[in-house]
């Protein structure tokens, strides 16, 4: 591994163990538009991306007009659920705290949902700056928002890692040439086996925060 100056790290099932909330309220809007989807499909095809692109491919893949207050009345359930039972995931505010680099947030989410994510799990101050895919062109898998991260907190993608759980997040990190690590402790994890995360071979994966200093001790602070 090179010399790491950045941990980029994603928000969605790496901070916040939001994914199996996220997926129950998509899978309960859908429903209530005549489609019948299952979690397990949402987290296959739809973690990692943001909310338009995961609009546009139900549209798509299901021939279903969904009506323009679709997001709106999506996100404002999603609020709702969040703050009735977001919780951040297993140990990662004591990794945070023994960070000895800079870090910074990289997500698909919109503005609005990761300030208030972050919030609710206390974390606001813990980043030097939260990114998100409003500001580039392209999301994730391009390398877009990860290469715009690097420059703007004047980082080499070299010397980057990201910390990801989506496929899509993956190939975003490998595109823009930085290192990344699949994290796979989230709970829209449960229950799969390690060939359902099919997680590919060459890629450094971890399921719980204390594994992460075993990995990169000399990114932990000197006790």
């Excluded at 899978?27 to 095809?45: D, I, K, P, S």
């Excluded at 739809?46 to 323009?68: E, M, N, T």
């Excluded at 995931?89 to 990289?106: D, I, K, P, S």
């Excluded at 813990?126 to 500001?135: D, G, I, N, P, Y």
């Amino acid at each position: 591994m090179q010399h790491i100056e950045l941990v980029i790290f994603d928000c969605d099932g790496v901070l916040a163990d939001s994914e199996v909330i996220s997926a129950r309220v998509l899978v309960e809007a859908l429903e209530h538009h005549g489609v019948t989807v299952t979690t397990e499909h949402v987290y296959r095809n739809f973690v990692g991306q943001s909310f338009p692109k995961v609009a546009d491919k139900i549209r798509r893949d299901f021939d279903l007009d969904l009506p323009g207050s679709f997001e709106a009345e999506y996100r404002g359930r999603l609020v709702e659920e969040f703050a009735a039972g977001l919780r951040p995931t297993a140990g990662v505010g004591e990794m945070l705290g023994q960070l000895a680099v800079r870090a910074c947030v990289a997500t698909s989410s919109s503005p609005q949902r990761v300030g208030r994510t972050l919030a609710l799990l206390g974390m606001e101050r813990q980043f030097e700056r939260v990114f998100t895919a409003s500001e580039v062109e392209n999301g994730k898998p391009a390398p877009d928002l990860f290469l715009h991260a690097a420059k703007c907190l004047n980082a080499k993608p070299e010397n980057c890692l990201v910390i990801e759980d989506s496929m899509a997040g993956i190939r975003a990190a490998q595109a823009a040439q930085m290192e990344v690590w699949r994290y796979t402790g989230g709970a829209h994890f449960a229950g799969f086996t390690p060939e359902d995360i099919d997680t590919p071979p060459d890629l450094p994966a971890f399921d719980n925060w204390s594994a992460f200093y075993q990995m990169a001790s000399e990114l932990r602070k000197d006790t």
